[in-house]
Every structure is written in structure tokens, then in C-alpha cells.
């Protein structure tokens, strides 16, 4: 009896076979498309919510007759906000969820790209141009302005240092697979991601470019007066997406290259990198302080509002 008891068991015995790694990333790729499609419908209550807060902060009146073309450019950036962050983070945790079933320990660090999505993101948020309404009545500043009206120039010096840092771990990464690494795979990798950190950078500059040109249809000082300083908000984040994408394909890169990746890498370079990595990370220290201390953009009301009527200055 016993043995054809254990003869029963065996013959309906059911084997699964070993799922691949990369199956576990698919219920964060669902989740994150159902939370992108919520997020995507309710883009018109968050820019409304907003409008309501930036005029909070800056003390801007009621854009009046402009509300439509405010309400565009603020669900312009806040649209790239929530892709950039739902993006990132749900590839972020598709790469922790398969590194982790690979036996990787370090996986957490993917955990740094969620706020690169977001700042990123929403810098890439205005690549979408808003629409000039051609026939209806402008008013223009009153004079051409420059980058320095409308961001700090802590903001742009840092900017500045960070946009290099990727240049810097495209060296030290050659430089590591010159010295005939026996892994050259992860330093090839750091070259492929300072290749892309400089493209993103290079694409926001010209955006920088763009967005000083832009020109905005309003109605009345009122509605110029907000399309000033979301002009100065765009600035500050595109100045910031750049800063941001410099630090990552430099800090980052080699802090991940330094801790986990990269080895038999010669004596000099360890010093190399994590000085590196210190500049970068003071750098983007300054440029969140500032940040946060001009939270209201008073700098862009002092520099590039003194000219309109007292109704509209803060």
C-alpha cells in the first residue's frame, strides 16, 4: 500500500519550470501603466490646484483672459513630472526586482534614479511647445533678457560644474578599460551612461535657448506678468534638469562604479573618483538650497518684473 501510495504521488507530480528573472519586473510594469493612466486623467485638477498655489507663492492676481494659456504651460511640466517619475521609478524597480532574484546585493542604488526622473522629467516636461495664438493682442517685455534674470548665478555656476562631470567619468572609464580590466563590461556601461547624461544635457541648454525666445501671447500686464515667471519657473528647471543629468552621469556613475562594479581599477583612480564625487555632490548641495530658499522665485520678480504695473509686482 505504502508503495503504491508513493508511486501515485510521483506519477502526478507537477513541475514548474525556473522562471527567467526578468518575469518578477512585469507586475511593476502593469502597475505602473495603470498608475500612469490615473495620473494622465487627472493632470487638469492637479494644474488647476497649482495655479492656486504658484499664485499663492509669487502673489500674482487671477490670470483672467491668459488662464487658458497658464493652465497649459503648468500641465505641460507637470506632465513630464509624472512620466518621468513613474517611468524611472518603474525601471528602477524592474532592474532591483531582477538583480535581487540574480543574488545582487546592491540593487537599493537603482533606488537614485527616482529623483533623476523627477527633476529630469519635469525639465522635459516643456519640450512641448505652447501654442502662440497668432491675430490676438501681445505685450512684450520690454527689453531682451538673459538667462541671469530669471535664475541665480550659484544656479548656473553649479549648472555649469555639473554639466562637465560626465566627460570625467567617460575618462576614467576608458581609462579603466585601457588598463585591460578583466571585466570591461561595467566600465563600457559608465560609457554609455556619460554618453547619454551628455546628451540630456545638450538638449536642455537648447532648450534654455528656446525658452528665452519664446514669445507668449497675453492680454494685458497681468497675463504678462505670469508668463514671466513661468518663464523664470521653466528656466529654473531646465537649469536644474541639467545640474541634475551633469551629477548623475558623474557622482553617480562612479559612486556605483567605486562600490560595486568596477574592479582591478589602478591606485590613482579611487582618489580620482571619490573627489569627484565630492565636488559633484557639494555642487548639487548649493543648487537645493538655493533652490529651496527662492522657493517664491524672488530673484525673477526683482529682475525681470520691475517694469510692469505695481498691480501685478508682488
Known sequence: MIVTTTWASRAF????????S??????????GAIALRVAWRRRDTWAEAELVRFSSATGLPDPGPDREIVVERIRARLGGRVLGVL????????VMSTQLADGESRSAWWLLLIP???????????????????GEPRVAALRERSLGDYVTMPEIRVAQVCAGLPL??????????????????????????GVLCLVLVAVLTVL???ALRQHITTHGPAGLAWAELLRAQMLRDLVGGATFAGWFG?????????????????DWYLPVAVSVMVVSVAALL?????????????????????HLDGRVHP
Open 13 to 20: 507530480e507537477v513541475t514548474s519550470p525556473e522562471l527567467p
Open 22 to 31: 526578468w518575469v518578477l519586473g512585469v507586475p511593476f510594469l502593469v502597475i
Open 87 to 94: 517611468v524611472v521609478t518603474v525601471l528602477a524597480m524592474v
Open 116 to 134: 533623476f526622473g523627477h527633476v529630469v522629467g519635469t525639465a522635459l516636461g516643456h519640450l512641448r511647445p505652447v501654442g502662440v495664438r497668432e
Open 168 to 193: 570625467v567619468t567617460i575618462a576614467l572609464a576608458v581609462l579603466n578599460v585601457a588598463d585591460g580590466t578583466p571585466r570591461p563590461a561595467p566600465a563600457l556601461g559608465a560609457i554609455g551612461a
Open 208 to 210: 534654455i535657448g528656446r
Open 250 to 266: 558623474g557622482a553617480f556613475v562612479l559612486l556605483w562604479g567605486v562600490t560595486s562594479s568596477w574592479r582591478g581599477f589602478p
Open 286 to 306: 548649493v543648487a537645493f538650497v538655493i533652490g529651496a530658499h527662492d522657493k517664491a522665485l524672488g530673484w525673477a520678480r526683482e529682475h525681470v518684473l520691475s
